[in-house]
């Protein structure tokens, strides 16, 4: 039961620490039962001195365009596994994945003076490792890695779908720094250079002629030559979760690449192996936990040594209280020795005896028990007797009575015996067992048969035991040697052999030798008894903690993945840790909500906590939105991510619905307006929180639909995502739309007509990749249209049809805080790998804060 308990609480969590760093786990299990305060708690710590890098799968859309969404997760998830495992050997902390895009950082939560060193190398490494896919996949792809060292505070945000990750402006300048390097080299910062310690020979990278915002910061660039002097393996200290990626798991890029199945004969024996593996492993554990259980050892530490009680009263209470301690088996035995020595009696001794006193002691006997065992065995009946169920006291005086009875009534019919037997000295040989006591020897028999019946109750502790053992062996020898000594000579000389000692001793030799027997039997009977209650004891402890760790663990997995992928990992243990899980779906609503203007609120200055408090706000933000997750008319919608203030939420995701082609609009798109209802609650959301802390935050939202590929990224630290233009036409609609408004395409805009709402139409939009696309801001339902949350409404003064293009758009000020500006500028700088990495993402690798319009606000 410990080993079994052990197993499946380690399942969970190594599945909760592959997610989060260990102390912000820790942090957050001890927090759930804790009682909803006005603030949502956040977790989020400062660290100094950090290395943080930046990487990106450079020409990834070349091979992308090649291959189906199934087969691009598996690739990455692949290549990503190989960046875990890299990340392990140099002692990073994986922080995110965004499409293509990877970073991690060194030097936090556990500080280390080589951070910066080690994470050169882990950049170098990633390097290398990228050149296995250029040659399977016979693609010109590469690796372009930034590092910068600073501050930075990694946490989490909101309630729902938590993803550590790191904020800061040096966070952001990391990103420049991969943004502005070069293909297949490693550029770093002069502040990232002054903690290497001359191990590496560098070459100017110039950088800050390349981006603004490296110029303004100051900061001078190199790229990394050679190596000077060689790595160091540090200690082993996994950041967060256990090893990341066995040696021998096979490797899938080259299998995609050469278009062959996987080989399931080769992956069921794989199974097999490491189901036989982990079930001998489980045995030799088993074995050695019960080698090494000194069950005495153990009873010592939390027993009296002359008693046996327990230290702990509330213990020894609990295990008086057993069910066990007066079964009636126990009872059971008293009875079937009363009616042994009845038979006996009738068939060896005088018949006569059981015309007197003792045989109506005995019948007496025998109905208590018998009405003691009714009360046991029937529930009606024993609520009358519920003072003798709940009473210890009761139970011992009943107990020790019975003792007392049997013991007595035995020395009793032995007396009795004696009244027939002649009152000559000479002894009478006579056949004729009711005329006198032929065998008064059978009552010593008796005697033994009640000691052993003695020694039994659980309920009266071993001393108690002795003492009536004792009593009743010592009664039965002075009644031996006393009263019975005549008639046991007479007994003795009817048999054909001689006796070494006279009856009576020998007699007298065996009632206390099976005393003493009895006595230490009793001892070991109740010492097994305590050790078996202490390791029940033990394993109900493991149980409830277990079950409180599960609990725990469950609630902060199911808050870090989607109900329906949670319930993949949690309830799978059979699954192998390279299985992949990815599911298409063809009609799925994706929603972006941004805060363009969070930008102008957050800064690092001292009054505000080095940015702590700004972080702060938008967690409360956060939480908020993932509050309306947990009304029921929005079950059906599910956060995906948050990418610094951008909110992403999907719907339509749930693979239990069932819906068919044929099925009318109302139908197939219900969740679509589920969507758009839950969009307009944010909207309120955010409202109230501007009501309530004075401030004039804005929403900027973004919906489409269709067709989209959704999946884990890293089967050991999973992180869940979709994929898809679906995805990317939502991100555009977010960040070419305007403050307040919630920006859609032609087609979405049709389908939520039937659902009763209105649109004004927009105009031509410029998206990249798509073209010219006509959008449509959505105003509301008839009869419930509400203006945007903006000052002033977007949508005034549009009086025909409005082309915007987006690239045109970036030529517009970012500065600019008129009120009138509602068109926000959305700049891309990056020119390939759109297929898997979503616009918000792409902001965030531009910027860590996803909002471009607010990059010049930061720096100044």
Sequence with gaps: MKLVIEEQSAEQERLLLSVLPEHVAVQMRQDLDQADSQFKKIYMSRHENVSILYADIVGFTAISSTYSAQELVKMLNELFARFDKLAEKYQQLRIKILGDCYYCISGAPRERPDHAVLCVHMGLSMVKAIKYVQQTANSPVDMRVGIHTGAVLAGVLGQRQWQFDVYSKDVELANKMESSGMAGRVHISATTLSFLSGEFEVEPAYGEKREEALRIAGLKTYFIGKVLKPFQPPAQEVQNGSGIVPEEDSCVISEVADGKDEDETEVNDTNQKRSREDSRDFKIRLRTELVNRDGHKELSKNTKCLTLSF???????????????????????????????????????????????????????????????????????????????????????????????????????????????????????????????????????????????????????????????????????????????????????????????????????????????????????????????????????????????RRRNEALVYNILPPHVAAHFMGNRKRQHDELYSQSYAEVGVLFASMPNFSDFYSEETVNNQGLECLRFLNEVISDFDALLELPQFQDVIKIKTISSTYMAASGLNPTRQVKPEDPISIRWAHLALLVEFALELKKALQSINEQSFNHFVLKLGINHGPITAGVIGARKPHYDIWGNTVNVASRMESTGKAGCIQVTEETCEILQHFGYQFEQRGLVAVKGKGQLMTYYLLGKAGKITPPTAPVSPIIGVTAMETVNEEDESHDSPTSKSEEKTVIECTDQKIEDEVFTTDAEVALCDQNFSSKEAEPLLQT
């Excluded at 295990?319 to 006996?344: K, W």
């Excluded at 020790?400 to 009875?405: K, R, T």
């Design 311 to 549: 230290a702990d009263e509330r213990k020894e209470k609990s295990y008086q209280q057993q069910v066990e301690t007066f079964s009636s088996i126990t009872l059971l035995m008293f009875l079937i020795v009363r009616l042994a020595i009845g038979l006996t009696v009738f068939i060896v001794l005088p018949r006569d005896m059981s015309i007197n006193i003792s045989y109506c002691t005995e019948n007496l006997i025998i109905i208590v028990l018998l009405s003691v065992l009714i009360c046991d065995e029937f529930s009606p009946v024993l609520k009358c007797w519920h003072a003798f169920k709940d009473s210890i006291t009761v139970r011992r005086i009943l107990s020790a009575v019975c003792v007392f009875l049997l013991g007595t009534v035995n020395v009793i019919d032995t007396i009795s015996c004696v009244q027939f037997q002649s009152n000559s000295d000479n002894c009478t040989f006579t056949d004729d067992i009711n005329s006198s006591c032929l065998y008064p020897s059978y009552f010593s028999y008796f005697a033994v048969l009640i000691l052993i019946a003695s020694s039994l109750p659980a309920c009266l502790s071993y001393i108690w035991k002795a003492l009536f053992l004792v009593i009743i062996a010592l009664a039965q020898c002075l009644v031996n040697i006393f009263v019975l000594e005549l008639v046991l000579e007479c007994e003795e000389s009817r048999k054909n052999w001689k006796s070494l000692t006279k009856g009576k001793y020998t007699l007298s030799a065996l009632l206390l030798t099976a005393t003493l027997a009895l006595a230490f039997l009793a001892r070991h009977m109740e010492q097994v008894a305590r050790v078996l209650f202490l390791w029940r004891c033990e394993v109900e402890e493991q149980r409830d903690f277990a079950e409180d760790m």
